[in-house]
Structure formats: C-alpha cells, structure tokens
C-alpha cells in the first residue's frame, strides 16, 4: 500500500529501546520517519530494518552526536535542507544513571544535562514556528520518566532532568493551548531497553525486577497516547501506579522508599552487615556491664 502522507515523525534516539521500539509502531501506523541517533551501526541497522519491513514509508537517518553544542540547528537544518516536513516530534534521546552523585564525572552530567534539557529546549525553540504553521496540527512528544513525579535519590541529576523535561513539556502545552498543536510528556516506569538497566533493575530488588516493562508495551501505550492526545502518557499498569503513588504520599517517604530500593543489593547489604555487628556489640556491651554487676554485688 503506497502512503499518501507526506509529513514526517522525527524521533530522537531511535536506534535502541524505547525509541527503536517507537519507530516500529510508528512505521507499523503508516508514518513517514526521521530517526536520530549516534551515527553508528545501531542507527544503519534500524534504518535498513524498517525499510525492509516496511517499504510503503520512507526512514531516513540523521546521524549525530545531540550533545554537541548546535546540534538541534543541524537537526533542524538537514530537514530543511531535504525538504522534510515535520508534524510529530518525539524527544525520546537519553540515558541514565545510578549510584550515588559522587560516583560519575562531572563531563558525564554535563553531557546528560545538554542532552535532557538543553538540547530538548533548542529543538522545541528551532521547529516550533514551523509546527505552529500547520494546517492539520502537529504534535510534541517527551519523553521524561516516572522519576520525574518523585524525590529519587541514587538518580539525583537524572531525576532533576527529568522533572526539568515534565515541567518544560507541561507549561509548554499551556503557551500552545490556543495553537493546533498537542503536546504529550511520556513519564515511563523501568524499561528493559539495554543489559545496563536490567543489571540496575537486578541491583535495585525484586520490587524493581517485578514491575519492568518491555520497550514494545511502552511503544505501543506511547502511540496510544499520541492518537488520543495525551498531555500525560504513562505507559502500563506499573506507570500509572507510580505516578498515583508518588501524589498520595509524602515526599519524605519516598526518599526513604526509593532510596533504599535504589541504594542497590551490594549497599543494603553492606548496611545490614553493620547494623547487625552494631547489635551484637550492644549485646556484648550489656553482657559484660551485668557480668561486673555479678561481680561486684
Ligand atoms: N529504560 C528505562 O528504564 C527508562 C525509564 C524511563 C524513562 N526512560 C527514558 O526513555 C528514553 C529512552 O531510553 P532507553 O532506555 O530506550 O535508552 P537506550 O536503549 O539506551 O537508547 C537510547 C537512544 O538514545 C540515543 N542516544 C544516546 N545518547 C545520544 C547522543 N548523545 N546523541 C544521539 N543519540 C543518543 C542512543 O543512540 P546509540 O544507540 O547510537 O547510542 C539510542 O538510540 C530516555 O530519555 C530515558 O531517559 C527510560
């Protein structure tokens, strides 16, 4: 069947997980892509994939780094130079992290700082007056995560991203309410995109292990999101029960719940060990306090 659309969705991120995983369903919905990742062979790969599957549509490939300083304008440049019109864009590029703040270089949260909210923000700001021009309506989407509704430590600088990502996408929709464009902010809970999330889930316990989705189901729930108009899509049951969680208590509970879920397997042991040599000095202490009692009586 030959597509007659001629508009494009950009996706950031593209060539793995969630991202990889949005491009099928998109291709799969009969749209047009752009896909944006590190140029490398996971991003030719994707390309050649899909084009494969689905020859009705067309996938074209931006190779680049989007934590280099003018990125989003290349970004934006390539799909004028082509002639590429836009009418969905999905900031869907990150990474993460997890350990305590002191554990990663300073380079590594300055790359993740320029790529969650720098670089998010001058997308937005380069096709944003292009979007507003469009007849039928466009859409924005971001993806943040369910650590964005929460105090989570062990994920300070990605978390602080994160919220950062929620409220620009949230007040964002409330400047275009008057425009025909929509915009949607995906707040995922764990994901099993990659074997370093699943050894942070493995870390973090079998709460974590129990309630991980795959990149197919939040795929699909974000291309639910995106046909209804979603302002806040949370994909699966694990999602929404987070995000009812995080508004039903109290911030300081969840620093202390997510905190020792996050403090990981090796920690808490390390921390059981000590609390248990604790006691059993208080116990030794005790003893040989009521034994010179004994003794002295
Ligand atoms: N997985 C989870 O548990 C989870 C949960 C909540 C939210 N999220 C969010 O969902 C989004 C996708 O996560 P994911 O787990 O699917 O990640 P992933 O599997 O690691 O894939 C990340 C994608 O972003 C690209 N990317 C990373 N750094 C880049 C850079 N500097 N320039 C260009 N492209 C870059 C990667 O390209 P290469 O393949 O070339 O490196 C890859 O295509 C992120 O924003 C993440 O924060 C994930």
């Known amino acids: 069947m030959q597509t007659l659309n001629t508009f494009y969705t950009l996706i950031t991120g593209a060539s793995e997980g969630i991202g990889k995983a949005l491009a099928e369903v998109c291709a799969k919905d009969h749209r047009n892509l752009i896909l944006v990742a590190l140029p490398n062979v996971s991003l030719e790969n994707t390309v050649t994939e899909l084009k494969q599957q689905f020859p009705q549509i067309k996938v074209e490939p931006i190779g680049l780094d989007l934590t280099n300083q003018d990125a989003a304008q290349q970004v934006y440049q390539t799909c004028q130079e082509n002639n590429w019109q836009i009418n969905t864009l999905i900031h869907n590029a990150g990474f993460g992290s997890a350990g305590e703040f002191e554990k990663y270089s300073m380079s590594f949260y300055e790359k993740m700082i320029q790529l969650h909210c720098t670089f998010t923000v001058a997308l ?70 990659s074997a370093a999330v699943l050894e942070r889930t493995e870390d973090a316990g079998w709460i974590a292990q129990r309630l991980i989705l795959t990149p197919q189901q939040t795929a699909q729930s974000i291309l639910k999101g995106i046909h209804r108009k979603q302002l806040l899509i949370l994909p699966g049951f694990v999602g929404k029960l987070f995000y009812v969680l995080s508004l039903i208590t ?22 059981r060990q000590l609390r248990l040599k604790e006691k059993e000095r208080k116990a030794q202490a005790k003893l040989m306090a009521k034994n010179n009692e004994i003794h002295h009586s």
């Open 124 to 193: 937005t700001y380069y096709f944003l007056p292009d979007l507003k021009k469009l007849q039928q309506g466009a859409q924005i989407v971001h993806v943040s995560s369910a650590a964005a509704f929460t105090d989570t430590p062990y994920k300070l600088v990605y978390s602080t991203t994160k919220k950062f990502i929620l409220h620009f996408a949230r007040v964002l929709q409330e400047e275009l309410r008057k425009t025909k464009i929509k915009v949607s902010i995906v707040c995922p809970p764990g994901v099993a995109t």
């Open 250 to 271: 109290t911030r300081g509970f969840q620093r202390r719940v997510l905190g020792s879920i996050f403090r990981g397997k090796k920690k808490r042991e390390e921390e």
